[in-house]
């Protein structure tokens, strides 16, 4: 392990300290109630961040190296603010819908009525929602690197050019049908038991939940090798 592994994750560590000190997580909580918006991007352009940051360190062996840095960072905090409105039409459709009878539920307010409907909020979201959530992050990445990160440039950026780029096979094969089944709503179903001033907060943790997976699977693969 190098010194910038341990510079990340101290800065991760640091990050969670916020919700886990009392006195900073009151005003974490106050200030989240407060600015929904504001506070999902900041939660989401960190964390997410140094989850891309973690899968560049697998993938290249550095964290940095790649141009438009600042750009990624933006478009996840755009991303985030996203999540805080959409987290909430999914939940509370979800809800509307079992009430309807649309939807299974289970009476009473016991952990397994509450399960039932975090699974079905998460199960609808990643279904409806994260295919084009994922896609639109992919094109966004692909006109930042195809730019060197530079807008200017961006702007002339052939939209032909950019989903030329894009291996859809593989991003429905690995992306789609086994990240979305197998880690996402699982993941999300977590999310959705939580209290909802920390739920973008989560979603914003599991980035890096996933980038950690992912230099796993890659150091077995190597073994492997």
């Known amino acids: 392990m190098k010194k910038k592994d341990f510079i990340w994750i101290l800065v991760l560590v640091l990050f969670s300290l916020i919700v886990i000190v009392p006195q900073s997580r009151t005003i974490f909580e106050k200030y989240t109630a407060l600015y929904p918006y504001v506070m999902g991007f900041i939660k989401t352009a960190i964390l997410a961040s140094l989850g891309e940051r973690l899968v560049h360190r697998i993938k ?5 190296g790649d141009k438009g840095i600042l750009l990624k960072l933006i478009v996840w905090g755009f991303l985030g603010m996203v999540f805080v ?4 039409i999914f939940a509370g459709g979800v809800v509307q819908a079992q009430a309807a009878s649309l939807l299974p539920s289970i009476e009473g307010t016991s952990f397994i009525s509450s399960l039932l409907t975090a699974f079905l909020i998460s199960l609808m979201m990643n279904v409806f929602f ?8 992919r094109v966004t990445d692909l006109y930042i690197e195809l730019s060197d990160g530079d807008i200017k440039k961006m702007v002339k950026v052939p939209f032909k050019e950019v989903t030329s780029k894009i291996d859809l096979h593989q991003f429905l094969d690995f992306v789609v049908l086994k990240t979305i089944p197998l880690f996402w709503i699982p993941a999300h179903t977590i999310t959705f038991l939580l209290p909802e001033n920390y739920r973008v907060l989560m979603a914003a943790y599991l980035s890096v939940v996933l980038g950690v997976l992912l230099s796993v699977a890659k150091a077995k693969k190597t073994e492997e090798k």
């Open 60 to 64: 290249k062996g550095s964290y940095f």
């Open 85 to 88: 409105v959409i987290f909430k």
């Open 130 to 137: 994260a295919p084009s959530f994922m896609l639109f992050h």
